[in-house]
C-alpha cells in the first residue's frame, strides 16, 4: 500500500522542497521497501542457523519441538523460528538506542528547545549521514532528529508484530525485518551521539581528543566517588554541572563503567574510566564507589543488591531500569540523602538534575561514614583459596569457560598466575562464585591479581571529519588504503584486553584505518607495551591509514556506518538522499570496511552488526557469538559472483567471492585476524590495491598457518594483483589450481541484478 | 540425557548425543562410514593429555583410519609441522556451512560426508555447530572426540573427570582403527 | 524528566484548548507514570510465576540456568526474567494491533483522508474511551486515530527497550511496563476498530445484526471459493467491492477464517465464516478453497505448503507475513493470475485492490480446473485408521493432550465417537499427523467425523451504545445485573465449543450480560440446543440483562474495557479525559466485569488480558494458560483488603477480598463458572446487589461442588447480604466460621491508599 | 533425565524430577513427611485404573496415612460422595500460591506443608504449577501420583505404557502407608 497521501506525508516529512539532493527510490522505507536488497543479498550470503534451543516457548501451543523438519502447533519451522528470534533480539536491541536517543532529545529539547540548530563544527557539513541516507532528510535541529527516532518506533511496530505467533513464516522474510529495524538502530544511534554532541557541546573537530586516566587504580578512595553506570549522559553531565557550579570538581570523584564512561569523559576530563562493562561486578564489590548513578543498559541487574553488600548506595536514573526502587523524584532533595544516608537506602529519580544534586550531596556525606576496605593481597589470598574443595562446580558455570577451580586451586598453592590468566578473560558475570559450594570469595581473590595500575583511554571522537573522508576516500575505495576495521561491541569475552589489542596493534603497524567504539574502546586501552605504552599513546588518533580512533560510545558506532556513507557522497559523488540502496551496494562493492565484533554479548550487538551487514559491511564475531544462532555465509566455490558492471552495463562472473561473508564468527584471533584481511577485499579494488591487500592476507596467513592461502586463487584477478614479494610462490600456487585470469571491473554494482526500481546509472556520478 | 560440562550450553531439546564410553563400539560406528572427516580446532593445540598434545591423538586417529582432516582456525600449522597436511582449511562454521549440502563434494570431491568428527573445538562453539548439523544435515552423523559431553552430537564422549580415561579411549579408539 | 516543553507538547497534541471535560492527571502517559498505581494492584495481586523454562537464552551470555535462587550472567533472578518475558509478549501482542492500526488507518487515509470524521451513529456520543481515558484526545478524525497510535509505538520502543539484557531487574517493574504497553494495546485496538467501522461503514447503532452463517457446510464448493484469513480486512473488502462491482457476489464465495471472516460479514452478510483457527489448517486441507488470501495474525505458518498440497494458490497481503513469495505488486494482473492458474504460484500483493481483482480473477480461472475432493465417509475412515500401529506417537506430541492414538484405534474397530471427540477438542495443530511414523492421514479422518452441518453466527456489532450503558450502569454498579462476562480471545483449547457455549448459556441464562469477541464469537454459536438453536438464536443480541452480545473481532476487546469506561464515564459522571487511575480505581472497586480467555494462547491473548487488568477487570484463564507464565494472585486471608472511604476520606479495612484475583488460571470449566461468578462481587456493591451476586456464587457452588463455598464468610458484610433461598444454611455456615459483619461502604476507592497526585475528591462526581 | 509422556512439556532446565519406579522408597519418603498433603485435581475423576477411578486410589492413600486433602477444580463433590471431605478447596494455582509461602498456616492450620503430593492435574498445568515451587518454595518436596513424569516435580512416577504396573504402584504405596 504504497498510497499518494502516504508519499505527500513523507515528502512533507522530509521538506522535499529542499533541493539539497534529489530524493532517492527509499524516502522514510516501510518494512517491505528494501525487501529486494535484502534477498540479493542473502541470496549470496545465506543464512546459516546454528539454533541455541531446539524448542519454541513463545506461545501456550507450546513448547513445540522443532528439530529438523518437525514443525510447531503454528506450522513454523527452525530455520524461520531462527530468523523470528533474530528478528525479536535486533528489535531489542534497536529499542534500546531508540529509547535512549528520544529520551535524551527530549531531554535535550526542554533544556535548548526544539530549533536548537545541528551543528557539528566546521569539519562536518554531512552532518547524519544514516539519517540522511535512509529517511532522505537532512536534519537541522533537535526536531528533525526527533522526527528521525519517531519514524523508527513506527517501523518498529511493524516488526514486532510479525514476531507474533501465526505471523511471518520466512526465514529470509524474517532476516529481511531485521535488516530493517537494524538499519534503524544507525539511524537512531546516529540521532542519539549527534543530540549529545550539539546539547552536550562535545568536541567534534579535533583528531588527537585527550588521554583520560583509566582504571579502578586511577580513582582516588579517599575522596567520596561518584561511580556512573550505563550509557545516558543526562545524569552524568548534570553531576558535572553541580560540581562545577559549587566548585567541588577537585573534591569528588566521578568515574565510569560502559559507555557512560565515554560520554562523562567527552564532558569533562577529570572524570574517569573504570572499565568495561566485564569489570563491573567486580568494582562494585571492591565497594570503592559511595554512590552509584545508573542509567541504562548494561547495568547489573542485581546492582542494588550488590551496592547494600558493601555499603554503596544506588540512584536509579531511568524509566527503563527502575529496579523495583522508590521513585522520590518530587521528594525534597535532603529528605532522600537522609534516607540514603543513615539507612542506606537505594531510590529512583527520574529528573536528572536533582538525581545530581542527590548524588552529590549523599556521596559527601557517605563518604567520611564508610571506611573502605583496602583490596586483599596475594598472601591473604593465597589463604582464602585454601577453602577451595576442587569440586569443579566453579568451572562448570563459566560462560566464558575459563579454568576458575584449578587456577584457584594454584593460588592456594602459591601460584597466582593462572587465576590472574582468569581474571583477565574473566566477564565479571559472578556466576563462579554464586556457584561455590565452599563460599571461596572469588571474587575478593580476584582483587588481588587484579593490576591496581593506570592505563591511558582516548576520548571519544564522535563523527569522522568530512576533510578526513575526503583524504581517506580514495585510497580506500581504490585499494590503497588496505582497509577500514572497526572494532566495535563489547568486548567482553575471550582474552579480551590481549586480543583486542593484539589485533589493534596488528592492523594500525599495517596501516589500516582503526576505528573503536564502547567498551572495546576502553579494553584496548587496557594493555601497555614494553615502554609503558599503551595502544592509544603508540598511534595518533586520526582516521588515517595506522591511525586508531576512539570514535566514542555505543551510539557512536552510528559513525561508523556514516562514515561509510560519507565515502560514497564525499569522495564518489552519489547523493545520500533516500538512496539507501545505491550506498549500501557502493559500500559492499567497493568499500573495504569490516567490522570485528569479538566479544558481542548483548542484543545490541546483534542490531549493530546486523545494521552494518544491510549496508555490506561484513562484520567477524568471536567464537561464541555462534549463540547468536545466525551467521550469513556464502560459499566461494558455489556461489553466484556475478554482477552488473555498471559502465557496459552487462553482467559478468567476476568468479571472485567478495567480500567472502557478511556475518562470520572465528574461533580464534589468528583465524580473526587473517579473515579480517581476507574480508577488505572488494570488487572494485585497484590493481595496485589488490596487491597491497593481498600482500597483507598472504603475509598474514603464512604467519598464523604456515602457507599460502588455499582460497588465493580466488582473489588474483590477473598477474598484476599478486604482490611482489610473494610473486614466484604464489605463480607456481596459481598454476597449480589450474588458475585463469578473471574479469576486472571498475563498476561492479548488484544493481540490475535483482528487482528494483533503481537505474543501474544510479550507480555512478 | 547426562549433563554437558558446561551447564551453560545446556539442554536444548529432546534429542541428545548418545553418550559413548567404550572406545570398540565407537572405531565399529566410525568404520562403517564410507566418507568420514575429522574437523580439528584449535583447542587441540593448548590441550594436553598427561604431557602430549590432544592434537596428536588425534592425528593417530587420522592416520589409523585414514580419515582427511580439515583444520580450523590456526590448527593448520601445528598440523604441518606435525607431518600431517590437512586436506582442507576452514573456520568451523565454514566447513558445518558446507556439509550441511548433502551435494557438497566433499574436502576430497568425492561427495559429502556421512560421518563427521570433532576434535578441539571450545564447547560453546562446538554444540552450536553441531546444532546446525543436528538440524540441517540430516544425511551425516556426527561424533565428538573432547573430553566434554556435547549434547548437539550424535555420539558424543561423556564429561571426564580423569584424563586417563580420556586418554584410555582415544588409544583404544586408534587401536580399534588400524 | 517530566519537563515544560513535554507537558506543553502533549497539550498540543490532545488539543488542550477543546474543553470538553477537564484533563486529568496523566495525559499521555509516559511508561512510569502509572507505575505508582501498578504496584498498588500488584501489591495486593501479586504475580504469581510458573516458569515455563528454567533457562534464559536472551544472550550470548547464556544459556543461564536461574533455576531457584541462580541468578544469570547479567545479574538476574528467574522472577525478573519471567516479568521479562511477559513484558515482552505483552510487547509483541500489542505491537500486533498497532501494527494493524497504523495500517488500516493509513489504508482509509488514502481512501478517504486524514480529516475524515469520527461518526459512530447517533447511539455514540463516547466515541473512543480508551483514547479519551488514556491520552486525553477526543479523536475527531482518522488523523486523530493515527496520533494515538503513534503515541503507543513510542511507548512501544521504551517497553522493548527495557527487556534488553542489564535493562529492567524487577519482577514488579517488568510488570508494570507489561501493564503499560497491554493498556497502550487497547488504545491501539480502539483506534483500529473504530477506524474501521467508519472507513468501511459498519454497522453501530443496532443491536440484532444479522445472522450469517457458519461452519465448512455452509460454503457452496461447486462455485469458486475465496478464503480470506487473518485480522485485517482491507484486502477482503475489496474483494466483496470487486465482486459486488462485476456483479459476481452470488457467483463466487468468500469464507473466513478467524477476525477477518468477522470483519467481512460485517462488510458483506453474503460471506461465511468458516470458523476459528483451530479449524483453518483442517479447512485447507479439505481442499475446499480455491485461492487463499491471507492477511496478518493467525495464519498458519505453513499456508504456503499446505494449500500447495491442494491446489489452492495463496496470495499474501501483508508485510507482517509475506512468507518468502516474490512481490508481484506491479506486475500486471493477467501475467500474475496466469502464473497461479497455470503454474500454482502463490505471491505477495501489497496492494490491496490488486490482490483482490487477482483473487476474484484466479478464482474464477482455477475452480474449473480443480477437481476438489469430497471429504471421505466413515467406510473409509474405518479402512483408513486401521494403518494405525498404536506406537502412541501422536498421543505424546498433541499440545491438546488428546487421545488421539487410541481414538484411532477406536474408529479402527468401528466406533468413531472417541475419534469424533477428538476432533472437536482439537486445535487443528497437525502435530500428531506430522508424528505419525505409518502415515495414518488424520486429518483426512477427521473429515469423517467432523459436523458438516451450518450454524449461525451473530455479525459482530461494534462499540456498545451510550444508551445502553445509560440503562445498565446503575444495575450493574449496584449489582442488580449479576456481572458483565466478556469471553474474549481465541478458544482454541479444551473441549472449546462445548465449554465455551456451555459458560454462555449458564451466564446468559442467570441474566448476566454475555459479551464474545474473536474466535469465542464464532465457537459459541457452533453448537445447537434440542431444538436446533445456536446460542445467538436462543438470546437476544443487546448489552444488557441476559444478552449475547458479538461485539466483534479481535480488536473489538477494546469496546469491552471502553464499555467499562464508559459505565464510569456516562453512569457515574466521571471524567474519562487524561484520568486513567480515577476510571481504573472506578472499575476496580464498582463495576463488576470479568474477562473469561479460555481458550487464549497467543501473545495477543496476553496483552488483551493485562490491559483488562490494569483497568481493574479480573480475567479467568484456561489450564494451559499457565503457560504464559504469570498470574496476578491475591491471598484473601493474608491480603489486606484495605480502601479508602471516598465520602469520609478515611482508610477502613474492609476485610473482603473482592475482586479477589486479577489473572487466574482454573482447571475445569465448572470450577471456571463458579470462579467467575465469585469475580463479578465488587466492594461497592449494593446489598439487594451482593444478595443476588451471592445467589448465583452460592447456586453454582452447590451445583459443581455440592456445599456451601467454603470461604463465602469473605463476601457477606452484613446479614442484608445474605441471599433469600439460602438464609438459613448460610446463617449456620457463618456461625461455625465466626463471622462478624464487616463495613459497608458505598464509595470504596484505592486512591488515597498509595502515593499518588490524585486527589481522593477526583473519585467522586 | 527421562522425558515427560507430553513432549509439549519438555525439559525445562537442569533440575528434573527423580523418576520412583518402587512403591517401597516412596512410602519411606511420604512418611517421613511433618506436614504432608494431598492436592486432588479433576483428571482423577474421569481417568480409571482397571475400572477403578483413579480418586479412589488417591483417597486410599490419603486415609492410609492420614494425609489432608486439598480438592482442587471441582473434584470437591466426589470426594465428599466417597465420604471423605477435603481439608480445603482451591483452585490449584491458589493452593500452590499459598504453598510458596514459607509462614503459612497450611490448611491445617498447623504450619506450611513439607511434602505435597499431587493426583489428578492436566500435564501441562501440574508441571507448570510444580515450577512455581521448585524455583519458589525451596521449603517443600513435590511428587507426582498420575501415570506421566512430571519434571518440575522433586519426585515422580514414570510414563506408564502399562496400567497395570500403574496400579501395582498405587497399591504398593497404599500398603507401605498403613
Ligand atoms: S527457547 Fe530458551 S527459554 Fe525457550 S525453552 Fe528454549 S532455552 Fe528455554
Ligand atoms: S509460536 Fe508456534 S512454535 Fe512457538 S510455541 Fe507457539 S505454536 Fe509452538
Ligand atoms: S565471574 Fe569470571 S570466572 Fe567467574 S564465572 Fe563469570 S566469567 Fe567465569
Ligand atoms: S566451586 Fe568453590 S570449591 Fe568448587 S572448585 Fe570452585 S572455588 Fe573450589
Ligand atoms: S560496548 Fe557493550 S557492554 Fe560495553 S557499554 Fe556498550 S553495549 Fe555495554
Ligand atoms: S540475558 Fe542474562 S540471564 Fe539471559 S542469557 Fe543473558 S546473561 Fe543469561
Ligand atoms: S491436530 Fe488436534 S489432535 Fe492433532 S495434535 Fe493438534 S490438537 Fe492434537
Ligand atoms: S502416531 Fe500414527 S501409528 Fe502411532 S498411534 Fe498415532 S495414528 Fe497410530
Redesign the pocket.
Known sequence: MKGKRKKEEKEKIIRAEDEWEPIGHTPMPHVTDLRNWDRRLLETYKPFYAPFCDLCCLCTYGKCDLTGTNRGACGIDISAQQGRIVTLACCMGMSAHAGHAAHIIDYLIEKHGEDYPIDLGDQVNVECPNIRTVLGLKPKTLRDLKTAVQYAAEQLVHVVSSTHTGQEGDAVDYESKALHISMLDHVCMEAADVAQIIGFKFPTSVADTPLVDMGWGSIDRKKPVILVVGHNPASSSEIIDYLRNKGLEDKVEVAGICCTALETTRYSNKAKVVGPLSRQLFFVRAGIADVIVADEQCIRTDLTDEASKVGSVVIASSDKACRGLEEVSDKPTDEVVKAMVDKGEHCLILDHEKAAEVAVEAALKIAPKRKKEEPIDEKKAIEL?K?????????QVCPNLLP???A??KLAEGDAEPFKQVFENCIGCGK??E??????P?FKLMQAVASWDTWKCRVGRGPVMDTEIRKVGAPIVLGTIPGVIALVGCSNFPNEIDEIAEMVDEFARRKYIVVLTGCSAMTVGMRKDKEGKTIYEKYPGDFDAGGVVNIGSCVSNAHITGAAMKIANIFANLPLRANYEVIADYVLNRVGAVGVAWGAMSQKAASIATGCNRLGIPVVLGPHSAKYRRLYLSRKEEGDWTVMDGRKKELVDTEEPSPEHLAIVTESKERAMVMIAKLCIRKNDTQPGRQIKLNHYIDLYKKFFGTLPDDLHHFVRTERDIPMFFKKEVKQFLQEKGWKPKPVLSLPTLIGTYETEVPVEATIR | MPHPQHLVNILTGIKGAMEMKDATPLAKIIKKAERPLLVIGPRALEVEIEGRPFIEYLVDIAKAANIPICATAHTKKKLLELGMTPESTYDVVEIVNALKDAEWKGVKGEGCHDFVLFGGIRTDLGNQALSTLKHFAPHLKTMTLCKYYYPNANFSLPNYKKEEEWKALLEGLVAGLK
Open positions: 583459596a577453602a577451595c574443595a576442587a569440586c569443579g562446580s566453579c568451572t576458575v577451580g584449578p584457584i586451586q563462579c562464585e556457584a561455590c559450594p565452599h563460599g571461596v572469588i
